[in-house]
C-alpha cells in the first residue's frame, strides 16, 4: 500500500508493483529481426535502440527541483497540472550535471550530515532535492492487445512513477533496472508520464560509495511490448565439460502468460548462430500451458567442441529464441550473446577454461567528467580500448553493477568482471547491514537484481555482495542465496572472506601478501583494492606482481582505481575550463581530490604510470640468462595465446644508435618458458659506449582494440660487455682570468663568463657568447611539491625541516684558489634543519667552459627521510629544447621506471608539465647520462652525469605546484626551472592515507649524500 513515505523510514519497503528482475533482453517479431539486432556493435543494439516492439524515451524532459519533499510539487502527476513553464532536462543524465543543485564529493561520510545527522534507517529531510520530471510518449498503434512495460535502467536513488495520472509504483536501487506494468493505465496515442526522484532515501544508507554523489535518471528509460505470452526471462548454461572441450548447453526460459485467454500448446526453438551466421541444429521443446500464469522451459542440447570464450579470445555466439504457437506461428524471438567457457574453484584454485588465471585488473567507476554517471557509448569504449592496450585483463565494476552496456563491450573484447552489488555501508558498516532483519530483503533484493540480469554474460566470472559493507548474517545469506542461484560462478566479498570462495584483501602491504602466500589458508587470494593511482602514484608495483608470479595462490589484484572522477566547470575567470573535485561546488563536508585516483585522467588521457601497469601487466615475460652471448629466456604468461601469435623484434643498441637488429620466430605455448639465443653478430665495442639489448612483442594483425604493431610487451637489459674507458682529447686551452670584485667572483675567457655571488654562495651569471644562460645558478634543493600519497603521509608536516633546508641556509664558508688553468671555488653552508645540516658544493671552473660540480650533504642528528638531494637552476625561457640521454620519455622516479627505457629523447619543457587534477612534483627523469636545453638556434647548456643524475624541467617552481590547488591556478611563467638531482625518494602508492614510500627507496638522513655532475655551454651547430 503506497504512503508517499517509502523514501523516508522504513527498509523493508523498497518497492511497490515492481517486476521481478530478469536477462537484459529485446522481444522480437520473428528471429530474424533478432539475429540481424544482434550482428550489430554492442552499443547500437538491443534497450539502446528503438525497435518494433522497443521505444526509447530518453530526450528532453520537463523538470523542476525541489530543496527537500515538503516544497515538492505535490500534485505534478496530474494530467491538469501545467508544466509548460518548467525547465527541459535531458534524460538519462543527473541534474547535478545540468544546472541544478550540486554534486557533494565525500568518501566515508553519508552526504548529507552538512545538514542533518539523521540515524540509519531515517533519509534526511532538512535538505533532501526531490525531481519532478513530466514527459509524453506514443504508443503504436499496432501495440493494441499487448502487454506494454516501462524499464528504468537506473534512478539514484529512489522514485515514483506515475502513467496518465495514476500512480504505477515505486522502486530504490540505484543501479539496476526497475520494470513496471503498465498496460492497464496505457491509451494508443499519446500519454503522459510523471517521474518523482528522491535524492536520498532509506536505500541510501546502503549506497555509502566512494564517489561524487550525483541523483537523477542516471541511464536509459524505455516502454517495450509483448504478447500477452512472453519469454519473461532466459537463462544460459554454457558450463564446459571436464576436458574443456564439449558443452551440454542448458537454457531455461521462464514463459509468462497474462491473460487467460491464452491457452493450448506452444513451442520454443533455440538456434545457435556462429560468428559466419551459420547455424548448428537448432533445439525445440513443446510446451502446454495448463492453467500457470509462468512456466519454466529447459532446453537442452549437446554442443561439440565449439570455440571458447576467454579474455584472450572473446569468442561469442548469438542464441536466437522463438516462441511459437500451437500451429507453429511465430509469437515472439530473442536472443543474446553467449561465450562458452567454464570458470571454477578447483585445486584451491581459480581456473578459467582449465587454466590458472591472473587479474591484471582494475577498478572501475562509471564516471564521465562532463555527464557523471551517466556514462556515453564513446567513453566507455575507450575505457575498454585503453585497458586491453595497457595489458588490464579484468575490471571489478566498483562498487555497484554497471551500465549493461560495459558488460556486452567486456564480453566482445575479453575482460574479465567482477560484478558488483549495490551495497556499501562505509560510514556505518558496524550497524548497517550487519546482522540487523530489517536489512535482510533490501539486501537480497539488490544481489538478485544484479544476477538476475546479468547471468548470460560469459565476461562476468564472480559476483560481489558488495564492498566496505562490514559482516554479519546478512551477508551469509546473500552468499547461500547466490551459491544456490548460480554454480558456475565464484563468490566475492572482501569484508567477510568466511562467506566467500576466496581471500581478498584491500591495500595489504607486499609482507602481509607474502605472509599469506606461506600460510595455511588454502583459499586463494586476490587483492581486490591495492595501488592506489591517486595524483603521481603507482610506485613499487612490480613488488606485487614478483609475488603473483611466484606463487600460485596469489591471483592478482585490482588496481583503485581506473578514472580520475572530476566534473569539467569554468575557470572564475571565465576563459577555460577546470576539472573540480571535491569542495570546489561548496559541498561541506567534503573529502578533496580524494575521487581523482585513475590510472587514467578523467578525460581518458593515460597518467604517467598507465605505462608502468602496462609493463608490469604484460603477458610476455622476458628475463636475462647469459647477455653476455645472447641468452635470454621467454615467459608466455598467456592462458591461450602461443607467443608466436606476435611479431617478435630484438635490437642492439650502442647508447642509442641501433647497431644490430632482427626478428625472432618463437614458438613458446601458453604457460611455458623457453630459453633462446639472440644472435648478436659482430658487436663492434668502442670505448666509453653503453650496450643495450632490447625486446618488443607486438600485433601483428589489427584487433579489435589496436592497430597492427601495437606493443604489448618490451624488455631492456644491458649487456655487460668489457668497455674500454674513452680518453677524452683535451680542448685547446683559453685564458681563464679570475677577478676578485667586491661582491661577486668573476671568471672570463674569451666566450665565457661566470660570477658568483660571494655572500650567497650562488653563481649568479653564466654567460657563453655574450648570452646569459641562467637567471640563477644552482642552489641546493630538499624539497618537492608533495604528492597525494605525501599528504596522506603527512609529508609536509613530518618533513618540513628539509622545505626549510632548502630556503634557510647560511652561508658558512666561500672559498677559490687558482689550481693550474682551474679556478675551484669552495661553499659550504649551514641549513636550518631542526639539527643544523652541512651542505658543501664545489665548483670547478677549467678553461674549457665546463663546470664540475661536487655536491655533499651531512645531514643533522636525528632527523627525518629527505624528500629530495639535488640542486635546483633558473634558465632563461628561450632554453626549452629539451635533449636526454636517459629513461622516458614518461615520467619517471626511483620506484616507477621499470617502463622507462633508456634511450636518447627530444622534449619541449611545457610538454613536461603533467595535467595532474591538483599540481604536484612531477616531470621527473632517472637515470640521464646527459641532458642539453637548448634554444632554437640550438645553443644552451649540456649537464653530463657521473655515472647518471635525475632531472625535471618545468615552467612551474617547486612553490607554484605546492601552493596550487587546481593547475589553472599556477601562475603563467615563461623561465625554466631546471632541478639536477642525485636522487629524490620515491612517489609509493601502497595507500593514499599513511604508507610511505618502500625503505628501499627512502632517502634517510643517517648518512652522507654526494654526487658529481659537469655543465657547460653548447653550439649543438658545431658538434
Given at each position: 500500500?503506497?504512503?508517499?513515505?517509502?523514501?523516508?523510514?522504513?527498509?523493508?519497503?523498497?518497492?511497490?508493483?515492481?517486476?521481478?528482475?530478469?536477462?537484459?533482453?529485446?522481444?522480437?517479431?520473428?528471429?530474424?529481426?533478432?539475429?540481424?539486432?544482434?550482428?550489430?556493435?554492442?552499443?547500437?543494439?538491443?534497450?539502446?535502440?528503438?525497435?518494433?516492439y522497443l521505444k526509447s524515451l530518453n530526450g528532453k524532459w520537463k523538470f523542476h527541483i525541489?530543496?527537500?519533499?515538503?516544497?515538492?510539487?505535490?500534485?505534478?502527476?496530474?494530467?491538469?497540472?501545467?508544466?509548460?513553464?518548467?525547465?527541459?532536462?535531458?534524460?538519462?543524465?543527473?541534474?547535478?550535471?545540468?544546472?541544478?543543485?550540486?554534486?557533494?564529493?565525500?568518501?566515508?561520510?553519508?552526504?548529507?550530515?552538512?545538514?542533518?545527522?539523521?540515524?540509519?534507517?531515517?533519509?534526511?529531510?532538512?535538505?533532501?532535492?526531490?525531481?519532478?520530471?513530466?514527459?509524453?510518449?506514443?504508443?503504436?498503434?499496432?501495440?493494441?492487445?499487448?502487454?506494454?512495460?516501462?524499464?528504468?535502467?537506473?534512478?539514484?536513488?529512489?522514485?515514483?512513477?506515475?502513467?496518465?495520472?495514476?500512480?504505477?509504483?515505486?522502486?530504490?536501487?540505484?543501479?539496476?533496472?526497475?520494470?513496471?506494468?503498465?498496460?492497464?493505465?496505457?491509451?494508443?496515442?499519446?500519454?503522459?508520464?510523471?517521474?518523482?526522484?528522491?535524492?536520498?532515501?532509506?536505500?541510501?544508507?546502503?549506497?555509502?560509495?566512494?564517489?561524487?554523489?550525483?541523483?537523477?535518471?542516471?541511464?536509459?528509460?524505455?516502454?517495450?511490448?509483448?504478447?500477452?505470452?512472453?519469454?519473461?526471462?532466459?537463462?544460459?548454461?554454457?558450463?564446459?565439460?571436464?576436458?574443456?572441450?564439449?558443452?551440454?548447453?542448458?537454457?531455461?526460459?521462464?514463459?509468462?502468460?497474462?491473460?487467460?485467454?491464452?491457452?493450448?500448446?506452444?513451442?520454443?526453438?533455440?538456434?545457435?548462430?556462429?560468428?559466419?551466421?551459420?547455424?548448428?541444429?537448432?533445439?525445440?521443446?513443446?510446451?502446454?500451458?495448463?492453467?500457470?500464469?509462468?512456466?519454466?522451459?529447459?532446453?537442452?542440447?549437446?554442443?561439440?567442441?565449439?570455440?571458447?570464450?576467454?579474455?584472450?579470445?572473446?569468442?561469442?555466439?548469438?542464441?536466437?529464441?522463438?516462441?511459437?504457437?500451437?500451429?507453429?506461428?511465430?509469437?515472439?524471438?530473442?536472443?543474446?550473446?553467449?561465450?562458452?567457457?567454464?570458470?571454477?574453484?578447483?585445486?584451491?584454485?581459480?581456473?578459467?577454461?582449465?587454466?590458472?588465471?591472473?587479474?591484471?585488473?582494475?577498478?572501475?567507476?562509471?564516471?564521465?567528467?562532463?555527464?557523471?554517471?551517466?556514462?556515453?557509448?564513446?567513453?566507455?569504449?575507450?575505457?575498454?580500448?585503453?585497458?586491453?592496450?595497457?595489458?588490464?585483463?579484468?575490471?571489478?565494476?566498483?562498487?555497484?553493477?554497471?551500465?549493461?552496456?560495459?558488460?556486452?563491450?567486456?564480453?566482445?573484447?575479453?575482460?574479465?568482471?567482477?560484478?558488483?552489488?549495490?551495497?556499501?555501508?562505509?560510514?556505518?558498516?558496524?550497524?548497517?547491514?550487519?546482522?540487523?532483519?530489517?536489512?535482510?530483503?533490501?539486501?537480497?533484493?539488490?544481489?538478485?537484481?544484479?544476477?538476475?540480469?546479468?547471468?548470460?554474460?560469459?565476461?562476468?566470472?564472480?559476483?560481489?555482495?558488495?564492498?566496505?559493507?562490514?559482516?554479519?548474517?546478512?551477508?551469509?545469506?546473500?552468499?547461500d542465496w547466490v551459491h544456490m542461484r548460480d554454480q558456475t560462478r565464484l563468490v566475492h566479498?572482501?569484508?567477510?572472506?568466511?562467506?566467500?570462495?576466496?581471500?581478498?584483501?584491500?591495500?595489504?602491504?607486499?609482507?602481509?601478501?607474502?605472509?599469506?602466500?606461506?600460510?595455511?589458508?588454502?583459499?586463494?587470494?586476490?587483492?581486490?583494492?591495492?595501488?592506489?593511482?591517486?595524483?603521481?602514484?603507482?610506485?613499487?608495483?612490480?613488488?606485487?606482481?614478483?609475488?603473483?608470479?611466484?606463487?600460485?595462490?596469489?591471483?592478482?589484484?585490482?588496481?583503485?582505481?581506473?578514472?580520475?572522477?572530476?566534473?569539467?566547470?569554468?575557470?572564475?575567470?571565465?576563459?577555460?575550463?577546470?576539472?573540480?573535485?571535491?569542495?570546489?561546488?561548496?559541498?561541506?563536508?567534503?573529502?578533496?581530490?580524494?575521487?581523482?585516483?585513475?590510472?587514467?585522467?578523467?578525460?581518458?588521457?593515460?597518467?604517467?604510470?598507465?605505462?608502468?601497469?602496462?609493463?608490469?601487466?604484460?603477458?610476455?615475460?622476458?628475463?636475462?640468462?647469459?647477455?653476455?652471448?645472447?641468452?635470454?629466456?621467454?615467459?608466455?604468461?598467456?592462458?591461450?595465446?602461443?607467443?608466436?601469435?606476435?611479431?617478435?623484434?630484438?635490437?642492439?643498441?650502442?647508447?642509442?644508435?641501433?647497431?644490430?637488429?632482427?626478428?625472432?620466430?618463437?614458438?613458446?605455448?601458453?604457460?611455458?618458458?623457453?630459453?633462446?639465443?639472440?644472435?648478436?653478430?659482430?658487436?663492434?665495442?668502442?670505448?666509453?659506449?653503453?650496450?643495450?639489448?632490447?625486446?618488443?612483442?607486438?600485433?601483428?594483425?589489427?584487433?579489435?582494440?589496436?592497430?597492427?604493431?601495437?606493443?604489448?610487451?618490451?624488455?631492456?637489459?644491458?649487456?655487460?660487455?668489457?668497455?674500454?674507458?674513452?680518453?677524452?682529447?683535451?680542448?685547446?686551452?683559453?685564458?681563464?682570468?679570475?677577478?676578485?670584485?667586491?661582491?661577486?667572483?668573476?671568471?672570463?675567457?674569451?666566450?665565457?663568463?661566470?660570477?658568483?655571488?660571494?655572500?650567497?654562495?650562488?653563481?649568479?651569471?653564466?654567460?657563453?657568447?655574450?648570452?646569459?644562460?641562467?637567471?640563477?645558478?644552482?642552489?641546493?634543493?630538499?624539497?618537492?611539491?608533495?604528492?597525494?600519497?605525501?599528504?596522506?603521509?603527512?609529508?609536509?608536516?613530518?618533513?618540513?625541516?628539509?622545505?626549510?633546508?632548502?630556503?634557510?641556509?647560511?652561508?658558512?664558508?666561500?672559498?677559490?684558489?687558482?689550481?693550474?688553468?682551474?679556478?675551484?671555488?669552495?661553499?659550504?653552508?649551514?641549513?636550518?634543519?631542526?639539527?643544523?645540516s652541512i651542505c658543501r658544493v664545489v665548483y670547478d671552473v677549467d678553461c674549457h667552459c665546463?663546470?664540475?660540480?661536487?655536491?655533499?650533504?651531512?645531514?643533522?642528528?636525528?632527523?627525518?627521510?629527505?624528500?629530495?638531494?639535488?640542486?635546483?637552476?633558473?634558465?632563461?625561457?628561450?632554453?626549452?629544447?629539451?635533449?636526454?640521454?636517459?629513461?622516458?620519455?614518461?615520467?619517471?622516479?626511483?620506484?616507477?621506471?621499470?617502463?622507462?627505457?633508456?634511450?636518447?629523447?627530444?622534449?619541449?619543457?611545457?610538454?613536461?608539465?603533467?595535467?595532474?587534477?591538483?599540481?604536484?612534483?612531477?616531470?621527473?627523469?632517472?637515470?640521464?647520462?646527459?641532458?642539453?636545453?637548448?634554444?632554437?638556434?640550438?645553443?644552451?647548456?649540456?649537464?653530463?652525469?657521473?655515472?647518471?643524475?635525475?632531472?625535471?624541467?618545468?615552467?612551474?617552481?617547486?612553490?607554484?605546484?605546492?601552493?596550487?590547488?587546481?593547475?589553472?591556478?599556477?601562475?603563467?611563467?615563461?623561465?625554466?626551472?631546471?632541478?639536477?638531482?642525485?636522487?629524490?625518494?620515491?612517489?609509493?602508492?601502497?595507500?593514499?592515507?599513511?604508507?610511505?614510500?618502500?625503505?628501499?627507496?627512502?632517502?634517510?638522513?643517517?648518512?652522507?649524500?654526494?654526487?658529481?655532475?659537469?655543465?657547460?655551454?653548447?653550439?649543438?651547430?658545431?658538434?
Amino acid at each position: 500500500m503506497k504512503t508517499h513515505n517509502e523514501w523516508k523510514d522504513d527498509p523493508e519497503l523498497f518497492r511497490i508493483n515492481r517486476e521481478d528482475a530478469h536477462a537484459t533482453l529485446v522481444p522480437y517479431s520473428d528471429p530474424e529481426s533478432a539475429l540481424e539486432d544482434l550482428n550489430n556493435p554492442p552499443e547500437t543494439r538491443g534497450i539502446r535502440v528503438d525497435s518494433k516492439y522497443l521505444k526509447s524515451l530518453n530526450g528532453k524532459w520537463k523538470f523542476h527541483i525541489s530543496k527537500n519533499p515538503s516544497e515538492r510539487p505535490v500534485d505534478f502527476y496530474r494530467q491538469s497540472y501545467d508544466v509548460s513553464k518548467w525547465d527541459e532536462i535531458n534524460v538519462p543524465g543527473e541534474w547535478q550535471m545540468q544546472g541544478y543543485d550540486y554534486p557533494i564529493y565525500t568518501n566515508i561520510t553519508y552526504p548529507w550530515t552538512g545538514y542533518e545527522k539523521p540515524e540509519p534507517p531515517h533519509a534526511p529531510t532538512v535538505y533532501n532535492p526531490v525531481g519532478s520530471y513530466k514527459t509524453t510518449f506514443t504508443v503504436p498503434k499496432d501495440w493494441k492487445n499487448r502487454e506494454i512495460f516501462i524499464s528504468f535502467q537506473g534512478v539514484e536513488s529512489a522514485f515514483y512513477i506515475w502513467v496518465n495520472g495514476k500512480f504505477v509504483g515505486y522502486s530504490e536501487d540505484s543501479f539496476t533496472p526497475s520494470e513496471f506494468d503498465i498496460t492497464k493505465h496505457l491509451k494508443i496515442g499519446e500519454n503522459s508520464l510523471a517521474v518523482e526522484v528522491y535524492r536520498w532515501c532509506t536505500g541510501s544508507w546502503l549506497e555509502d560509495q566512494d564517489m561524487i554523489r550525483l541523483s537523477g535518471i542516471v541511464r536509459d528509460v524505455f516502454i517495450y511490448s509483448t504478447s500477452k505470452i512472453h519469454m519473461r526471462d532466459f537463462e544460459v548454461i554454457t558450463d564446459l565439460d571436464d576436458r574443456y572441450e564439449n558443452v551440454n548447453l542448458k537454457i531455461k526460459i521462464n514463459v509468462q502468460r497474462y491473460s487467460e485467454d491464452v491457452k493450448g500448446d506452444f513451442s520454443i526453438e533455440a538456434a545457435l548462430y556462429d560468428d559466419r551466421n551459420s547455424m548448428f541444429s537448432p533445439i525445440v521443446i513443446k510446451k502446454r500451458f495448463a492453467s500457470k500464469d509462468e512456466t519454466v522451459a529447459l532446453l537442452e542440447q549437446k554442443v561439440m567442441n565449439p570455440k571458447k570464450w576467454s579474455g584472450e579470445y572473446p569468442n561469442l555466439y548469438n542464441l536466437i529464441l522463438t516462441l511459437k504457437d500451437s500451429k507453429g506461428q511465430i509469437i515472439e524471438s530473442e536472443g543474446c550473446k553467449i561465450g562458452f567457457r567454464k570458470f571454477e574453484l578447483k585445486d584451491n584454485l581459480m581456473m578459467i577454461n582449465g587454466k590458472v588465471i591472473k587479474f591484471k585488473g582494475v577498478d572501475r567507476h562509471e564516471f564521465d567528467p562532463r555527464t557523471g554517471k551517466h556514462v556515453p557509448a564513446e567513453t566507455m569504449i575507450k575505457d575498454i580500448t585503453l585497458m586491453k592496450q595497457h595489458n588490464i585483463n579484468a575490471v571489478r565494476t566498483s562498487h555497484y553493477p554497471n551500465d549493461p552496456l560495459w558488460l556486452d563491450l567486456c564480453d566482445e573484447y575479453g575482460l574479465y568482471v567482477i560484478d558488483e552489488t549495490n551495497l556499501e555501508t562505509h560510514g556505518v558498516r558496524d550497524k548497517v547491514p550487519d546482522s540487523d532483519p530489517q536489512w535482510t530483503n533490501a539486501c537480497l533484493d539488490r544481489v538478485q537484481s544484479m544476477v538476475e540480469r546479468d547471468k548470460n554474460h560469459p565476461s562476468v566470472l564472480i559476483w560481489s555482495l558488495g564492498n566496505e559493507a562490514g559482516h554479519g548474517t546478512n551477508f551469509r545469506i546473500m552468499s547461500d542465496w547466490v551459491h544456490m542461484r548460480d554454480q558456475t560462478r565464484l563468490v566475492h566479498y572482501e569484508g567477510e572472506s568466511s562467506v566467500a570462495d576466496m581471500t581478498s584483501e584491500m591495500y595489504s602491504p607486499v609482507e602481509r601478501v607474502e605472509e599469506y602466500a606461506n600460510s595455511n589458508n588454502s583459499k586463494p587470494y586476490i587483492l581486490c583494492e591495492y595501488a592506489h593511482a591517486m595524483g603521481n602514484s603507482n610506485g613499487n608495483l612490480y613488488k606485487y606482481w614478483d609475488l603473483f608470479r611466484k606463487y600460485p595462490k596469489l591471483q592478482g589484484g585490482f588496481i583503485w582505481d581506473w578514472v580520475d572522477q572530476a566534473i569539467y566547470e569554468i575557470v572564475p575567470s571565465g576563459k577555460g575550463e577546470y576539472l573540480a573535485y571535491g569542495g570546489d561546488w561548496g559541498d561541506n563536508p567534503n573529502d578533496g581530490d580524494f575521487c581523482a585516483n585513475g590510472v587514467v585522467f578523467a578525460d581518458r588521457t593515460p597518467k604517467p604510470q598507465a605505462e608502468e601497469v602496462r609493463y608490469i601487466y604484460r603477458n610476455i615475460v622476458v628475463k636475462p640468462v647469459t647477455l653476455l652471448s645472447g641468452e635470454i629466456e621467454i615467459f608466455n604468461e598467456h592462458l591461450f595465446t602461443n607467443v608466436n601469435a606476435y611479431n617478435c623484434e630484438w635490437f642492439i643498441k650502442e647508447n642509442h644508435e641501433i647497431v644490430n637488429s632482427g626478428h625472432l620466430d618463437v614458438d613458446i605455448e601458453p604457460l611455458e618458458s623457453k630459453v633462446v639465443k639472440i644472435p648478436y653478430g659482430n658487436v663492434q665495442i668502442h670505448a666509453g659506449c653503453e650496450y643495450f639489448l632490447e625486446t618488443v612483442f607486438s600485433l601483428k594483425e589489427k584487433s579489435k582494440w589496436a592497430n597492427a604493431g601495437h606493443e604489448v610487451s618490451h624488455e631492456q637489459f644491458k649487456i655487460p660487455f668489457d668497455v674500454p674507458t674513452l680518453h677524452v682529447q683535451k680542448r685547446a686551452l683559453t685564458d681563464l682570468k679570475l677577478l676578485d670584485l667586491e661582491s661577486n667572483l668573476l671568471l672570463k675567457s674569451e666566450h665565457f663568463e661566470t660570477s658568483f655571488d660571494k655572500a650567497l654562495g650562488i653563481m649568479n651569471s653564466l654567460k657563453f657568447k655574450d648570452r646569459e644562460l641562467v637567471i640563477s645558478g644552482l642552489r641546493p634543493n630538499f624539497w618537492r611539491a608533495p604528492t597525494d600519497n605525501d599528504h596522506g603521509n603527512r609529508m609536509e608536516e613530518r618533513l618540513s625541516t628539509w622545505r626549510d633546508g632548502s630556503t634557510n641556509r647560511k652561508l658558512k664558508n666561500f672559498e677559490w684558489e687558482k689550481v693550474g688553468d682551474n679556478v675551484k671555488i669552495v661553499t659550504e653552508f649551514t641549513l636550518q634543519t631542526l639539527n643544523p645540516s652541512i651542505c658543501r658544493v664545489v665548483y670547478d671552473v677549467d678553461c674549457h667552459c665546463e663546470v664540475s660540480v661536487f655536491f655533499e650533504l651531512i645531514p643533522g642528528d636525528d632527523l627525518p627521510e629527505i624528500p629530495v638531494v639535488g640542486m635546483e637552476m633558473i634558465m632563461p625561457k628561450e632554453f626549452d629544447n629539451l635533449t636526454w640521454y636517459g629513461r622516458g620519455p614518461h615520467e619517471n622516479y626511483w620506484d616507477r621506471k621499470k617502463s622507462a627505457r633508456v634511450d636518447l629523447y627530444k622534449s619541449k619543457v611545457k610538454d613536461q608539465f603533467v595535467n595532474y587534477i591538483k599540481p604536484s612534483e612531477m616531470g621527473n627523469k632517472t637515470d640521464v647520462r646527459w641532458l642539453i636545453l637548448s634554444d632554437d638556434e640550438e645553443s644552451g647548456l649540456i649537464f653530463t652525469g657521473d655515472p647518471t643524475f635525475e632531472f625535471s624541467a618545468l615552467h612551474h617552481s617547486v612553490e607554484d605546484l605546492e601552493k596550487a590547488k587546481h593547475p589553472y591556478e599556477l601562475p603563467v611563467r615563461k623561465e625554466i626551472f631546471l632541478h639536477i638531482n642525485h636522487a629524490q625518494m620515491g612517489v609509493g602508492g601502497d595507500n593514499s592515507w599513511g604508507a610511505k614510500t618502500h625503505p628501499d627507496f627512502t632517502l634517510y638522513a643517517n648518512r652522507v649524500y654526494t654526487y658529481t655532475f659537469k655543465f657547460r655551454p653548447v653550439d649543438l651547430r658545431k658538434r
